[in-house]
């Protein structure tokens, strides 16, 4: 089965962080994971399920998020949390979706006739190393000021948020919204936890929670009335940073979406109607390939240095081509 008899794309018009990561680590992943329609349903989830690919180590991330949110929600509905329980619900986190990707990896193996690179086996010494950094992370996170408060009710007026919740600007979906608000007085405060992150400030693609704020009804429309929160785990501890809100940083981090948005467009419009994805540039980094589920289909997944000489190499015959 071969990538290019999808005929019918998607118009890239949605923006998340994830999104812009993937953009920027390798548009052709971009691509894949995000740039086709429902033309072919099974097609597709298949494309998508290989897509979603993660290393045991991107799983244990992701169970860190998921363990922090369900926290929050069994304190907020009142439900019993047993913190004997965390690590087995860590292990069934990350065995679950191992059980999931296996399934994956069968249908990458059928499809290339042979054992997959990405086949290798987790240890379970591997999956033990993993749910204690996570259960460290967790409990690490739950010692944070704004987060105990919370879970102590010394704040009463908070909210969560799913990432799923959107808001739109000029028909285009932007997944923007913080995972937790709390007011403070007058004021409201807007915070997003990463489980990697790196730098001193806070990222603007955060402060585009700003826009999310001051378009969602019920809230204040001045970006002013705001506090922008960031918690991220970088260097062993997670490291919160914090900065007022303004019209400037607003309109900063709305600028840098739409930049994305024309960057998944030109994209888009470089894979043209026959889905040629000869065209399309390969991961920045090799590092990216080695977690990547398509590496097996992929020239870079193979060689990414050679795969990008014989890209350029294309590139330049047919645009030499066009001048003739
Ligand atoms: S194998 Fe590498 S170059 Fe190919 S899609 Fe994956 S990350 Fe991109």
Known sequence: MSENRVMRINRPNIWSRTRRQLLHQCPRAWILKYGFKRANR????NLQRISDWSS????????VRSIVIQRLEAHKHGIAWIEQDLASKIRNM?????????RTLELI???IGKSSQLKFRIPNSEINRLIEIACLRYHSIIKNPIISKILNDEILQW???SRLD???LNGN????????IWKNGTNWNLMRFSVQGSGKQISIENMAMLHWAVTKRGLPSNPKRFTIHELNWSRGKWNWKTKKGDERLERDSINLIKMDLKAMEDLHRKLGPASDLSQIPLARNEKFCKTCGHRDTCPGGEDLT??????????????????N
Do not use: C, V
């Open 42 to 45: 099974t097609f597709n989830r």
């Open 56 to 63: 045991p180590y991107r799983m244990m991330q992701r169970a």
């Open 94 to 102: 990350i065995l679950g979706k191992r059980f999931r990707q296996n």
């Open 109 to 111: 193996e059928k499809r």
């Open 159 to 161: 909210h969560s948020f």
């Open 166 to 168: 959107y808001t739109k």
């Open 173 to 180: 979906i932007l997944h923007i919204s913080p995972d937790i």
């Open 306 to 323: 050679r795969a990008n000489l014989e890209q350029s190499a294309l590139e330049m015959f047919k645009s030499s081509n066009l001048r």
